[in-house]
């Protein structure tokens, strides 16, 4: 494959990559806001919309956007999770402590963990980070 050819593919799975970004947050946004609408507390509602988006994401992410068809990456996948909800959890609390509403905290901070997914899960799901040769 020539360079021009690896970047082209390159820019179309990020493009993709993307694509399943807004599907997911979307989706993990209204699991969690609907949990909240229910009365659960805004960090258990967290907790339970990143587990039950991390199965659909992985199917998104891997099958869809990076073509792994086993499971063989689904554990490191959820470390990285693991380590996104956690540092998400940790913003999550500072903006409520503000004073930020619970569906506007997340809100805010969907952007950020999406960056920091793209960089992560690239890295679990490819063996290398986003932009790299």
């Known amino acids: ?61 891997a099958r869809i956007v990076f073509q792994q068809r086993g499971f063989d990456r689904l554990l490191p996948y959820v470390g990285a999770y693991v380590l996104i909800l956690g540092i998400n959890t940790v913003l999550l609390e500072g903006l409520l402590r503000l004073g930020v509403g619970p569906y506007a905290a997340q809100a805010l901070l969907a952007p950020v963990s999406a960056a920091l997914s793209f960089v992560l899960l690239s890295k679990v799901l490819t063996g290398r980070f986003p932009f790299r040769r």
């Open 1 to 61: 494959m020539t360079a021009q050819a690896q970047r082209h593919g390159t820019g179309k799975q990020f493009a993709l990559f993307l694509l399943m970004g807004l599907v997911n947050t979307a989706f993990g946004y209204a699991v969690y806001a609907l949990l909240v609408w229910l009365g659960l507390a805004p960090r258990v509602a967290l907790a339970l919309s990143f587990a039950i988006g991390v199965v659909w994401n992985y199917f998104t992410h």
